[in-house]
C-alpha cells in the first residue's frame, strides 16, 4: 500500500522543495489542474505532487524523495499515452519536461536529446543538417515513451524502428543512482530499454543515430471505403515487396473536412499515407503502380521530413477524447478484409480511425530477441482509435472501438506493440513481449525488484 502525498507532513515537502531547482506543483496551486491534463482528454487523474525537473540532479532527488516516502510514482514524458502513464493518482509525478536539449553530431550523424524533448524539436534541430531520427508520425509525441516503447513510423522500412536507432541511454535507477547504457555498459538494461517502456527507470538522455533525410515524397492517398477489400488486398502484397525506401500504413478513416477538399468532406474511406525516401529522381516510378490503383484522391509530393512529421498536429490537438485498442497482424486475409469494410464503413466519429503500420524492411530484419520488441515477424502493428473533442461522445467512440477490435483480434498475432495499448492488464503486456518477458522479467528483478516504476505498461519483477 502507497503512501498518498497528501498524507505527508508540509515541512516534509518544504524539505524537497529546498532541494530541486524546478517547480512543484500542489492540488492548492492554481496552474494545479492545467498541469495535470494530458493529451488523452478522458484520463482524469490526481496525482499529489508534480515536480518539474530541470536537470538530472533533480530526477535523482525525486526519485530518492518518492522512495524515501513509499510514494506511486508515475514519469511524464510527452504526456501523449493514451492510458494517461505518465501520471498518478495521489502519488508524485516526475515530469521531465523541462529536461530539453538537442545536439546534432554531424560528423558521427548523431543526436542527442533530453529525456523530456518532443519529436518536432528533435525534427527541427536535425533537418537544417539534412538529418532525422526515425520516429512516429506526429509532431507532438514525447521522445522518451515513444522510444522505450519501439517507434514505429515513416522511415520504420528504411531505417527501422527508433529503437533500432538508439545507441545510449543515461539513466536513473530506482535505487537513484545513474548509469549509463550502451553497447558495451550495463549491456542488460540496454537491451531492456529497447522496447520494455519505462520499467527500468527515468532515461534522462538518450543518443540517437540520424540518417540523411531531407526532402521526401509522401503524402495521403484514398479510395472509397466500399473498395476496402479490394486496396487492402493490393496493399499487402505491394508493401511486402516495395523498396525499403517507400513506406505507407493504410487506414479506415473519415476526411473530417479542410484542409482537404470540400467534395470529400465526412465520407469514409480506406486510405493509405506514403512516405518515400529515396531519390527523388526516382520517386515517380515508385508511385506509378500506386496510381494504376486509382485512388478518389491523392496529395502525394515532395515535401521536407518535418512536413510530414507535422501533417495530422491540426487535426489532432491535444485534450480530445481518445479511446485505443490494439495489435500486431501477418496477414491481411479475406476475413479480416470485410471486418475492416464493416467497421471501417461505420466509424462513428470524424476523426475515429484504424491505422496499420508496416513492420517490414529494415524492421523486420532485427532478430526477434534482438530486442524486447517481439513482434519483428508479424507484418503490421495496428492500432483502432475511438477519437472526438466532445465528452458526450466518449461512450460511443469506446464501443466501436471495442466491437472492431473483437472482430479483427481473433486474426491477430496475438499481441500489440505496447505504446498503442491504454491499460489492458497483466496478461496483455506478456502477450506484448512473448518470448522477450521473461529477460525483461530477470532484468527488472536486478534493477528495479520493488517494482517502484509501476505506472507503465508493467513488467513485474520474476520471483
Ligand atoms: C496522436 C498520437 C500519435 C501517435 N503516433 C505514434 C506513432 O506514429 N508511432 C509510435 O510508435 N507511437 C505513436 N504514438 C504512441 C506513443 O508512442 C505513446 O503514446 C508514447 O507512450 C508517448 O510517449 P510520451 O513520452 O509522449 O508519453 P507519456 O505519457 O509522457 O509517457 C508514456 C510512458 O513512457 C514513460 N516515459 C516517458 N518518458 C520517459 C523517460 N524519459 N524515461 C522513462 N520513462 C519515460 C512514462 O513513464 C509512461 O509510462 C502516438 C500517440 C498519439 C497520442
Given at each position: 500500500m502507497k503512501t498518498a502525498v497528501k498524507s505527508l507532513g508540509s515541512s516534509i515537502i518544504d524539505d524537497f522543495a529546498s532541494q530541486i531547482r524546478g517547480e512543484l506543483i500542489l492540488p492548492e496551486n492554481s496552474n494545479y489542474d492545467d498541469t495535470r491534463k494530458v493529451y488523452n482528454g478522458m484520463i482524469n487523474k490526481h496525482p499529489g505532487l508534480f515536480v518539474k525537473c530541470v536537470d538530472v540532479a533533480d530526477v535523482i532527488y525525486s526519485v530518492n524523495f518518492a522512495r524515501e516516502n513509499n510514494l506511486l510514482v508515475a514519469v511524464r514524458g510527452g504526456g501523449h499515452n493514451a492510458g494517461g502513464l505518465g501520471l498518478c493518482e495521489d502519488g508524485l509525478v516526475i515530469d521531465l519536461s523541462g529536461i530539453k536539449f538537442i545536439h546534432v553530431d554531424t560528423t558521427e550523424k548523431t543526436v542527442r536529446v533530453g529525456g523530456g524533448n518532443l519529436w518536432g524539436e528533435v525534427d527541427h534541430a536535425t533537418h537544417p543538417f539534412g538529418l532525422a531520427v526515425p520516429a512516429g508520425i506526429i509532431s507532438t509525441t514525447g521522445v522518451g515513451g515513444l522510444t522505450l516503447g519501439g517507434g514505429v513510423g515513416h522511415l520504420s522500412r528504411k531505417y527501422g524502428l527508433t529503437i533500432d536507432n538508439l545507441l545510449e541511454a543515461d539513466m536513473v535507477l530506482a535505487d537513484g543512482s545513474f548509469v549509463t547504457v550502451n553497447a558495451n555498459q550495463n549491456v542488460d538494461l540496454y537491451w531492456a530499454i529497447r522496447g520494455g517502456g519505462g520499467n527500468f527507470g527515468i532515461v534522462t538522455s538518450f543518443k540517437f543515430q540520424a540518417h540523411p533525410v531531407k526532402t521526401v515524397f509522401g503524402g495521403p492517398t484514398f479510395w472509397p471505403i466500399e473498395k476496402t477489400e479490394e486496396v487492402m488486398s493490393w496493399y499487402h502484397d505491394f508493401i511486402m515487396n516495395a523498396p525499403d525506401e517507400l513506406n505507407g500504413f493504410i487506414a479506415t478513416m473519415?476526411?473530417?473536412?479542410?484542409?482537404?477538399?470540400?467534395?470529400?468532406?465526412?465520407k469514409k474511406f480506406v486510405g493509405i499515407i506514403w512516405c518515400y525516401v529515396g531519390d527523388l529522381d526516382k520517386a515517380e516510378e515508385a508511385f506509378a503502380p500506386i496510381r494504376a490503383m486509382n485512388p478518389i484522391f491523392e496529395h502525394v509530393g515532395p515535401m521536407p521530413y518535418p512536413a510530414i512529421q507535422t501533417l495530422f498536429d491540426g487535426l489532432l490537438p491535444p485534450g480530445m477524447q481518445w479511446y485505443w485498442r490494439a495489435d500486431c497482424f501477418n496477414d491481411l486475409g479475406p476475413e479480416i478484409r470485410a471486418q475492416h469494410l464493416k467497421f471501417g464503413s461505420s466509424?462513428?466519429?470524424?476523426l475515429s480511425q484504424m491505422h496499420l503500420y508496416p513492420i517490414s524492411g529494415v524492421a523486420s530484419r532485427?532478430?526477434?530477441?534482438?530486442?524486447?520488441?517481439?513482434?519483428?515477424?508479424?507484418?503490421y502493428a495496428g492500432v483502432i482509435v475511438g477519437v472526438d473533442p466532445d465528452p458526450a461522445n466518449a461512450e460511443k467512440i469506446t464501443e466501436w472501438c471495442k466491437a472492431y477490435w473483437d472482430a479483427t483480434h481473433p486474426y491477430s498475432a496475438g499481441g500489440a506493440y505496447s505504446n498503442f495499448m491504454m491499460d489492458e492488464g497483466q496478461e496483455r503486456v506478456k502477450a506484448s513481449y512473448k518470448h522477450n518477458y521473461d529477460r525483461l522479467a530477470r532484468i527488472k528483478k536486478e534493477f528495479d525488484p520493488s517494482n517502484f516504476?509501476?505506472?507503465?505498461q508493467n513488467i513485474r519483477p520474476s520471483e
Open positions: 473519415v476526411v473530417p473536412g479542410p484542409p482537404f477538399p470540400e467534395h470529400l468532406h465526412n466509424i462513428p466519429t470524424p532485427v532478430g526477434k530477441e534482438e530486442t524486447p520488441w517481439a513482434f519483428r515477424d508479424a507484418n516504476f509501476s505506472v507503465n
